[in-house]
């Protein structure tokens, strides 16, 4: 099913959303491949993305966070120049770009990468002015 944000409905009750109207037909518009696998875990306002990345060295990996879009990027194996064959190769190495949309109030807290696996702290950033309060009557 898809949504129609043209439709009166949404331009006569939901006001102020046009850049997530834009971020949503963007995100539709790109594919995703399942390389690298990851996992994503939420506990409350805490968030955490744990992506796999075997044999990959943490000077390889870039994250970039543009316009609340979050970016993991490999290029891919360098040549070492060595002659040596691979027999089997099962543990992946290739170039990935994996992206993330963030919202505006989650912030990325550090990343790190032991033992293979890439992990990522986000935290939801809740400012005063959005927490709830209660509008006097005059």
Do not use: W
């Amino acid at each position: 099913m898809l949504i129609n944000f043209t439709d009166p409905m949404f331009s006569n009750r939901v006001l102020g959303f046009e850049n997530l109207v834009n971020r949503l037909e963007r995100i539709s518009n790109e594919s995703q491949s399942s390389y690298p696998p990851y996992n994503i875990y939420r506990d409350g306002l805490k968030f955490q993305i744990e992506v796999a990345l075997a044999g990959i060295d943490k000077k390889d990996v870039d994250i970039e966070l543009c316009d609340s879009v979050m970016t993991i990027k490999y290029d891919g194996p360098k040549k070492d120049g060595s002659d040596v064959e691979a027999v089997h190769k099962g543990i992946a190495k290739r170039a990935f770009k994996l992206k993330f949309t963030l919202a505006e109030d989650l912030e990325v807290l550090e990343a790190s990468l032991k033992n293979g696996l890439l992990v990522i702290n986000l935290e939801r950033v809740v400012p005063d002015e959005k927490k709830p309060r209660v509008i006097e009557v005059k």
